[in-house]
């Protein structure tokens, strides 16, 4: 049943995102105004370059301190560029299943490279609570 559930139907479709030209406090003020873990990075055509955490974050503000410096740089210095993402319509259990094993908590979700997307575990758990209410 789960399975023929469609992830575009459940995943926010307006991450949070920056640009890896953005300062490191830019992206900071947004992850504390939206209260996510972190922010998408993209280029001007929304191609998905990398995320940045709040624990790059934190290693920015580490760096810049141990530097004694108030340049905190750029969000290209800090975003981690290796990164696993889904596709669109991709199957849920597969991406639960994915999730699970990398040990992620988000996934961005990309349609021929663009993002357009992203899903979370209480997404999926949104998921699962209402296939578990229609059934009951």
Do not use: W
């Not at 459940?10 to 873990?37: G, Q, W």
């Not at 055509?45 to 530097?67: H, M, P």
């Not at 908590?105 to 999926?124: A, Y």
């Not at 758990?125 to 209402?130: D, E, I, P």
Request: proline share 1%; charged share 25%; with cysteine.
């Amino acid at each position: 049943m789960l399975r023929s559930v469609d992830l575009s139907d459940y995943m926010s479709r307006n991450p949070v995102s920056v640009s890896a030209t953005d300062n490191v406090f830019d992206a900071i003020e947004l992850i504390v105004e939206h209260k996510v873990s972190g922010v998408c990075v993209v280029d001007d055509q929304s191609t998905l370059l990398g995320v940045l955490s709040e624990l790059d974050c934190l290693r920015a503000i580490l760096n810049a301190s141990y530097n004694n410096t108030s340049d905190i740089g750029a969000v290209r210095d800090y975003m981690t560029e290796e990164v696993d993402s889904c596709k669109l319509h991709a199957d849920v259990v597969e991406v639960a299943d994915f999730m699970i094993k990398q040990g992620h908590r988000r996934l961005p979700v990309v349609d021929k490279g663009k993002l357009v997307g992203q899903i979370t575990c209480r997404q999926l758990l949104t998921v699962v609570s209402q296939f578990t209410n229609v059934a009951a």
